[in-house]
Nanobody, 113 residues
Framework: QGQLVESGGGLVQPGGSLRLSCAAS????????MSWFRQAPGKERELVAR???????NYVDSVKGRFTISRDNAKNTVALQMNSLKPEDTAVYYC???????WGQGTQVTVSS
């Protein structure tokens, strides 16, 4: 049974950086695209970034140039490097393997001075 465990959230000032990590287990990680979603208070959940098994990436427009998604198929991990953070990036961030339908528990990111 597949599992995703996120780490790395926290409180950061505007303009700062955070790196989220996600460790996968229980499924063939290298076969599947991986994504990061986020949900802010009172807003719908949105797809932030996606990385294909090949390593190709896609981003929502609001984070392009600031966030970088990456994967390590040897270690079964996916990361989200977040730079130049803004208050509107505040949300719970989820690591997701969409095709097997596996979600992590979420990690809180708060951007505030």
């Amino acid at each position: 049974q597949g599992q995703l465990v996120e780490s790395g959230g926290g409180l950061v000032q505007p303009g700062g950086s955070l790196r989220l990590s996600c460790a996968a287990s229980g499924f063939t990680f290298s076969r599947y695209a991986m994504s990061w979603f986020r949900q802010a208070p009172g807003k719908e959940r949105e797809l932030v970034a996606r990385v294909a098994p090949s390593g190709s990436t896609n981003y929502v427009d609001s984070v392009k140039g600031r966030f970088t998604i990456s994967r390590d198929n040897a270690k079964n991990t996916v990361a989200l490097q977040m730079n130049s953070l803004k208050p509107e990036d505040t949300a719970v961030y989820y690591c997701v393997a969409p095709t097997p339908g596996i979600w992590g528990q979420g990690t809180q990111v708060t951007v505030s001075s």
